[in-house]
Antibody
């Protein structure tokens, strides 16, 4: 059974930083493309960014709202995905989901989400 | 930035058919996927282009023509009440885009 478990969410002040983690089991993590998708309260789903497998370069892409502020990384030895969020804004408040992306296609497996609240 | 447009809400009575549309200029060139999301739960992919994943009932189908994709749910049941999202990619194919979501209410 594939499981993705996010952690690290919480309350942070505007301008602050937070790091989310996602531990993955049940699939070959080192071969997986991984993405973060968020849902802002009262709104829909928004793709945050992705990281490719190391065999395909290990590079990352980001959505426009977070580019330059968020960084995605991975530790294949721990089957863990990270999302480093800096210069947080109130509009970054939402539930952040870790997902396995089927290479430029769809999001097959999802975690249960981690709530991030940016508020003073 | 590229957008996919969905109606905010759709409703139907049990046993009826509901159709949810998703419009976008790049849809003729990109594949479309559909997700069901219930409150407090993670999204679940219910259609991958022309393929229905195992475990998804046959009364759920999807089609696409030109710049519009359609998710059809027949024989509506109370359990179908959820938010539905389409997902595709921009014209480059590199960046995923979600529609704004449609709330399906089973009356």
């Amino acid at each position: 059974e594939v499981q993705l478990v996010e952690s690290g969410g919480g309350l942070v002040k505007p301008g602050g930083s937070l790091r989310l983690s996602c531990t993955v089991s049940g699939l070959t993590f080192r071969h997986a493309w991984m993405s973060w998708v968020r849902q802002v309260p009262g709104k829909g789903l928004e793709w945050v960014g992705r990281i490719r497998s190391k065999t395909e370069g290990g590079t990352s892409d980001y959505g426009t709202p977070v580019k330059g502020r968020f960084t995605i990384s991975r530790d294949d030895s721990k089957s863990t995905l990270y999302l480093e969020m800096n210069s947080l804004k109130s509009e970054d408040t939402g539930v952040y989901y870790c997902t396995r992306e089927d290479g430029y296609d769809y999001f097959e497996y999802w975690g249960q989400g981690s709530l991030v609240t940016v508020s003073s | 930035s590229y957008e996919l447009t969905q109606p905010p809400s759709v409703s139907g009575s049990p046993g009826q058919t509901a159709r949810i549309t998703c419009s976008g200029d790049a849809l003729p060139k990109q594949l479309v996927y559909w997700y069901q999301k219930k409150p407090g739960q993670a999204p679940v992919v219910i259609y991958k282009d022309t393929e229905r994943p195992s475990g998804i009932p046959e009364r759920i189908s999807a089609s696409s023509s030109g710049t519009t994709a359609t998710l059809t749910i027949s024989e509506l049941q109370a359990e179908d009440e959820a938010d539905y999202y389409c997902q595709s990619a921009d014209s480059s194919g590199l960046y995923p885009v979600f529609g704004g979501g449609t709330k399906l209410t089973v009356l």
